[in-house]
């Protein structure tokens, strides 16, 4: 989860970076946040594998608000599957120096990574709370 908010974080600070005209430390925080939304991945399949094979429990909600985390599980899930092309793309434009096309598809990539990130953290606190 805290890698979540890194990358989440990474990509706020890399969009002031770069409004702010700073593009090396722009490319550097966006950097960073693929690296961490990557450790997340690794975390979340490992997680995943140690549920299946029954070593750590599955999480599973049964709040009041059942329709509300259902509806935000699964937008974070689908956006957070689109993500993955979507920062290949940016990141292939950027590092080919086609920054015009880096320009146009990379508010749409960051727009969805901080969506995924905040809902992200969303999902763990209706998990973690859902008693109370
Ligand atoms: C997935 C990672 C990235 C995201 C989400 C991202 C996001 C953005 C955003 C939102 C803008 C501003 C667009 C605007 O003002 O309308 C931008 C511009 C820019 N980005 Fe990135 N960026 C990423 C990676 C990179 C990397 C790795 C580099 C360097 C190799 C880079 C170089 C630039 C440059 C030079 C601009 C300014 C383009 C211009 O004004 O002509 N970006 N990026």
């Known amino acids: 989860m805290t890698a979540i908010a890194i990358s989440g974080l990474a990509i706020v600070l890399g969009i002031f970076l770069i409004k702010a005209g700073k593009r090396d430390a722009h490319k550097k925080a966006m950097i960073t946040a693929s690296v961490f939304a990557l450790i997340f991945v690794f975390l979340y399949v490992l997680r995943n594998f140690l549920q299946a094979q029954g070593l ?69 606190y209706f998990m973690k709370f859902q008693n109370q």
């Open 56 to 124: 750590i429990p599955v999480g599973k909600y049964e709040g009041p608000n059942k329709s509300l985390f259902l509806f935000i599980l699964w937008s974070h899930t689908l956006l957070a599957i689109i993500n993955f092309p979507l920062a290949i793309i940016t990141l292939r434009y950027a590092f080919k120096g086609l920054f015009g096309k880096h320009k146009k598809i990379a508010p749409i990539t960051a727009f969805v990574w901080i969506y995924v990130a905040i809902t992200g953290w969303l999902i763990f």
